[in-house]
């Protein structure tokens, strides 16, 4: 039996969802250590949007057999799929070139906290729906 058949594509949709969102972190993290060098520029990463386009868009080479049901993209697109890191070069008027709203990044630290344990409480129900079904065949 393929690692597919027992887990899908889900595990390494969530597996590829935490490790940007780790990513994510790191990057955040560095502009917050960042907020007062002068002439830092924010390092922003982007990714939700595109991966919103592999996992919803016509990309997967799937077509749906029902309008409610949602194709999944393979192990292979997922596992490619890459995160797009930006230099904001749009610097403030305070005179050290520096574009670190420490404001901002803590609500961004926060907002990714939220999002990567929402991506482990998914995880830890696909282990346990696994789990009880295995359960269940002993």
């Known amino acids: ?10 595990i390494h949709f969530l597996n590829k969802v935490l490790e940007l ?3 994510k972190h790191q990057s955040i993290s560095a502009n917050i250590a960042n907020a007062e060098t002068p002439g830092y520029a924010r390092l922003r990463m982007e990714f939700e949007d595109q991966l919103r386009e592999l996992t919803m868009g016509s990309e997967t080479g799937q077509t749906a057999t029902h309008p409610g ?3 999944s993209p393979s192990k292979q697109m997922i596992e490619s799929f ?3 890191f930006f230099r ?12 670190v709203s420490l404001d901002q990044e803590m609500v961004a ?3 990714n ?12 129900k696909k282990f346990s729906m696994l789990k009880h079904v295995i359960q269940e065949k002993l």
């Open 1 to 10: 039996m393929t690692t597919k058949g027992i887990f899908g594509s889900t």
């Open 21 to 23: 969102r780790t990513q």
């Open 69 to 71: 049901h949602i194709p």
């Open 82 to 84: 890459e995160a797009n």
């Open 88 to 99: 904001e070069k749009h610097h403030s008027g305070v005179g050290d070139n520096n574009n």
């Open 109 to 111: 630290l926060s907002v």
């Open 113 to 124: 906290q939220i999002r990567f344990e929402a991506a482990i409480v998914s995880l830890n």
